[in-house]
């Protein structure tokens, strides 16, 4: 489970709840249904208009793959790489076939089967690169979703607010209840504000940073294979995969993969 997203979306909407409490205004003020209709159901019901259904019912498996924290696999790829590297070095690069269904990385088992088969470099570039950016393009498709809901939310929000004061201004008779239809127009406002920078805005980028850590995986098994086809030592090859990694994680990642 990803930790940050577990403890910080309660812990956000407590901090929020905590300071209305403290404020002592009483929470029911804080409360309208009719709000709530326009600021979420209206700007779902926008988002639905404006993007293929077939991705908006997807919404569920993006919630998913920022709830759940994925496991580095940067040093196992590296490892790996490095001990094909060495036994194509002493037995040529068919015996790799050998290793190809020890692989659970579709992408990594396809570049293997081209290197084995023979194919040119450059065509394999060109393969394993159409195919990292359909990924890609995928994974913008649940980046985009959840941008625009945190752009349309807000939007929705003062739509609420100019419905509220279209009823309060309809009410100017009753000196009473101007302060009252303000408060209720501007809840709104801030139910939009809440769920796009609390949700749906941290989502997306959240998901834009598990699209980088896939992407840099997969860039580093590409420049492996590459350096695999051409022969390269593999000290050579452990060498230009670090390269990838920050400076101070190449440390850890030769204890941990024993490199």
Same mark, same amino acid.
């Given at each position: 489970m990803d930790l940050g997203f577990i403890i910080g979306l309660p812990l956000g909407f407590f901090a929020i709840i905590f300071s209305i409490v403290i404020g002592g205004f009483p929470m029911i003020i804080y409360w309208?249904? +009719?709000?709530?209709? /326009? $600021?979420?159901?209206?700007?779902?019901?926008?988002?639905? +208009?404006?993007?293929? /259904? $077939?991705?908006?019912?997807?919404?569920?498996?993006y919630i998913k793959i920022v709830m759940n924290e994925p496991k580095s696999n940067v040093a196992d790829i590296i490892k790996t790489l490095v001990s094909f590297s060495e036994k194509s070095r002493r037995e040529g690069l068919l015996s790799l076939e050998d290793e190809i269904e020890s692989l659970s990385d579709e992408f990594f088992k396809q570049g293997i089967r081209l290197v084995v088969d023979g194919t040119d470099p450059e065509v394999i570039k060109s393969i394993l690169y159409n195919q990292l950016n359909q990924m890609n393009a995928r994974h913008s498709f649940g980046i985009r979703l959840f941008a625009d809901w945190g752009k349309l939310a807000p939007a929705f929000g003062m739509i609420g607010t100019l419905y509220g004061l279209v009823g309060m201004l309809n009410n100017m008779g009753d000196p009473s209840a101007i302060g009252k239809g303000m408060a209720a127009a501007l809840i709104t406002t801030f139910y939009g504000a809440i769920m796009a920078n609390l949700v749906f805005i941290p989502i997306a980028?959240?998901?834009?940073?598990?699209?980088?850590?896939e992407t840099a995986e997969k860039e580093i098994i590409l420049e492996g294979i590459l350096s695999i086809q051409t022969?390269?030592?593999?000290?050579?090859?452990?060498?230009?995969?670090?390269?990838?990694v920050p400076p101070k994680e190449r440390g850890k990642l030769k204890q941990t993969s024993d490199l």
């Open positions: 309208d249904l +009719v709000s709530v209709f /326009i $600021t979420i159901i209206g700007s779902f019901a926008a988002l639905m +208009v404006g993007s293929p /259904i $077939t991705r908006v019912l997807k919404m569920g498996t980028t959240k998901l834009t940073d598990r699209d980088a850590d022969g390269d030592n593999p000290r050579i090859v452990e060498e230009k995969l670090l390269a990838f």
